[in-house]
């Protein structure tokens, strides 16, 4: 009986299937890639321009601003070789639900639009859980290194994957994508079945599709414009399809974005001057001098703020690092609060003089001619000759 069982416990286990193997990537499909094969920094230049974009609720209300930037830029990669590429900026501050929220994007992308570093960050600061997420992809080694980081609160989780190089032809990153728009609104045709590759909002490789809508007269500020609306959708595996639709101007000018199932949109409050395709450069825009006040734009108070907010960080983590630098300033206000000295500078000066490393010692007994705190005129003039140019 014993024996038996033993017999059916070993076929139970020889009959046990194998664990199943991971999905295949995903692969795009040749007209996207013959698409991205056409494209040439040549034609790019013509697409190098900055945007802004207002963000507003479903009633119309002002939430903030979206700024995008594309330029040629150079790029070094980890053996040194320096080569031409286009860099892509972007950056909005707004509110959700009354929360402060933002994001930010850095990319490098080549003349066909291949990945070659991005860095993306996107915040939502609850008063309870603030939330951040950032997102960094590289080419290192032949491969695509992809490094994602969540902090909710205290909480932080790092995820860290990679795909090879080869599997990821006609992939379109985040900076990829908005200057691929633009190129299609270019050229006024998004090509036919092409299917790219993206990152959904997991990390994961998927589909991204791309169909044109037709053309639409919209009001921009005083005037009626033309647009050329495309629709993107990113095919989730493992989730529903996320579509948005980009109203664009002839020249690639982004005039409306909205997210499908999204309350509220992005929009240009202004017409912008339109580039002709015989164009070199863009025609100046003769605007009209006035006083700054850097308070009242958005643009440079985000940037104020952002730069405030790293500043702090700074600071903080430098005062930890070091925590004897606080310790010394606590000591001195102790000191200086119990002895309530006239000369606040001489007394500084007393101080923190034994700390000074070119300092004389002192003499073991008090006496009543005490040394100045402060360096005397002759070593000064010494100073002075040591670092007077010959």
């Not at 707004?94 to 992308?109: A, E, I, P």
């Amino acid at each position: 009986m014993t024996s038996k069982s033993h017999s059916l416990v070993a076929k139970t286990k020889d009959q046990r299937s194998p664990s199943p193997e991971p999905p295949p990537l995903p692969e795009a499909n040749a007209e996207a890639i013959n698409f991205l094969g056409s494209l040439s920094l040549e034609e790019l230049q013509m697409l190098f321009f900055s945007e802004t974009l207002a963000i507003v609720s479903d009633t119309g209300e002002p939430q903030g601003e979206l700024t995008i930037e594309v330029e040629k830029g150079k790029y070094k990669d980890q053996l040194g070789i320096m080569s031409h590429c286009v860099f892509v900026h972007a950056f909005s501050r707004g509110f959700l639900d009354k929360t402060v929220s933002g994001n930010s994007l850095l990319g490098y992308v080549s003349g066909t639009l291949e990945v070659m570093e991005q860095h993306s960050q996107e915040f939502i600061k609850f008063l309870t859980l603030p939330m951040e997420r950032k997102t960094s992809l590289l080419k290192q080694d032949k491969q695509l290194v992809m490094k994602k980081t969540i902090r909710e609160g205290e909480d932080v989780k790092t995820v860290t994957s990679s795909f090879p190089w080869h599997t990821i032809r006609g992939f379109i990153s985040e900076a990829a994508n908005m200057v691929l728009l633009r190129v299609m609104a270019w050229r006024q045709m998004v090509p036919s079945n092409a299917r790219f590759l993206m990152l959904d909002s997991d990390g994961k490789l998927c589909y991204c599709t791309y169909e044109a809508l037709g053309s639409q007269t919209i009001q921009v500020g005083h005037q009626q414009a033309e647009v050329f609306i495309i629709e993107k959708t990113v095919h989730s595996a493992e989730d529903i399809p996320t579509a948005c639709q980009f109203y664009l101007l002839s020249d690639g000018h982004l005039a409306k974005r909205v997210q499908v199932g999204s309350p509220g949109c992005c929009i240009i409050s202004k017409m912008p001057i339109l580039r002709e395709k015989d164009e070199d450069e863009p025609q100046p825009q003769q605007i009209e001098k006035k006083a700054l006040v850097w308070e009242e734009d958005l643009e440079l108070f985000s940037r104020f703020q952002e730069r405030k907010e790293e500043l702090r960080l700074s600071h903080t983590r430098y005062l930890r690092q070091h925590p004897e630098a606080q310790a010394l300033v606590s000591d001195f206000l102790l000191f200086l609060l119990l002895r309530q000295p006239q000369d606040v500078v001489t007394f500084a000066a007393q101080h923190f003089g034994p700390f000074a490393t070119h300092r004389p010692p002192s003499p073991g007994l008090r006496s009543s001619h005490r040394p100045s705190p402060f360096r005397s005129l002759e070593e000064v003039a010494n100073l002075r000759g040591i670092f007077r140019p010959r």
